[in-house]
């Protein structure tokens, strides 16, 4: 299906991305073997204005791999049009071995990437470049993932048929216990919502105290928190709040919130989450970078702001998300 327009977006949009980071890679090996901050050599200051440019080109591809995630779902959930069987996105990706694990590993990715942007925002708060080299390693290290995201996405593109038969949301997701397989045991609702709002309590307080002062064991705590709380959103929302949204007991495809007749609101359910859970995280991770005494103010005031992000995030989110069953139990009476 590589004629079809998204394909061919995607596909583009992927070879300037390998593109520029090919290109950012021969930056990363001479930084790694000549960068030194002591030297006044012309090759030391050649090297300081070809790190600006190669940065600023590997920030904007990282941060359309990111998009890119949108996009890849957006496209899967076009494919489904012309997919026999396929109602939304879920058909679409389970088409084939490749689009399941495509579309988990734009997931890692965007955690993955965003990392290295936010080393890189902390690098150029100091005149001195103090991450400059880790960064270069770390980017090295992001290329094989990246071809590897790439390659999931054109496997999948490859060997999508119009004539595969797979199968729809109603039958993957189903609870209902005539729907064939489904992906989701029946579980004690009250037990998880209790679960999950507790979850949200503790990040809530824990993150309010790490705001007033930061402690590194407290910050782990947090991070691992988020960790978790992704992961039980995740299934918090295909278990009990997608049904709520479409109204249908029996419907809790994760996908179909992202279509036009429920206002898209899937988008800024995941897009919240995943801010949040992201934010979240990576206090706890510049916490490495702590020894750099020039960037110690930078990463103080990053580690806040990175810490009300991911609370805003996580209200947005939990608004969002818990929105249509509060409606259902304040008009109905009854969850």
């Given amino acids: 299906m590589f004629l079809n327009s998204w394909s061919l977006t995607l596909t583009f949009c992927s070879l300037i991305v390998v593109f520029l980071l090919v290109i950012a890679a021969g930056t990363a090996i001479r930084v790694i073997r000549f960068w030194d901050p002591s030297s006044d050599t012309n090759r030391q200051i050649r090297l300081e204005s070809e790190i600006w440019l190669s940065s600023t080109l590997v920030a904007y591809a990282l941060g359309f791999q990111i998009i890119s995630l ?3 779902v957006l496209a899967a959930d076009h494919f489904c049009q012309v997919i026999v069987g396929a109602m939304c996105a879920t058909g679409a990706l389970l088409a084939n071995p490749f689009g399941m694990p495509a579309l988990l590993i734009k ?11 936010v080393i ?3 690098d150029i708060t100091s005149e001195k470049y103090p991450l400059v080299k880790f960064k270069y390693v770390y980017l090295l290290l992001l290329v094989p993932f990246l071809f590897t995201d790439i390659i999931f996405q054109t496997l999948y593109i490859a060997g999508l048929k119009p004539d595969i038969i797979t ?4 039958v993957v997701f189903s609870t209902a216990a005539d729907a ?4 989701m045991e029946s579980l004690p609702v009250g037990t998880m919502l209790a679960i999950f709002y507790g979850t949200a309590g503790v990040l809530l307080v824990t993150g309010v105290m790490l705001r ?4 590194l064991a407290a910050g782990i705590f947090y991070a691992a928190g988020w960790v978790w709380f992704f992961g039980f959103a995740l299934v918090m929302i295909i278990t009990v709040f997608s049904s709520y949204i479409y109204a249908m007991p029996f419907h809790n495809c994760p996908f179909c919130i992202l279509k036009p007749e429920f206002h898209y609101i899937g988008f800024f359910i995941y897009a919240s989450l995943m801010t949040a859970t992201f934010f979240g995280i990576v206090p706890a991770i510049v916490q490495i970078f702590s020894g750099q005494q020039s960037l110690h103010d930078a990463i103080s005031i990053f580690r806040k702001y990175s810490i009300a992000i991911s609370l805003v995030f996580m209200a947005v989110f939990l608004v969002l998300s818990s929105y249509h ?8 009476g009854e969850f």
């Fill in 70 to 72: 949108m996009l890849f």
């Fill in 107 to 117: 997931l890692a990715g965007v955690f993955l990437y965003g990392f290295w942007i």
């Fill in 120 to 122: 890189h925002k902390l």
């Fill in 167 to 170: 199968s729809c949301c109603a």
């Fill in 180 to 183: 064939g397989p489904n992906l």
């Fill in 212 to 215: 007033r002062g930061w402690r």
């Fill in 325 to 332: 069953s509060l409606m259902y139990m304040i008009v109905g």
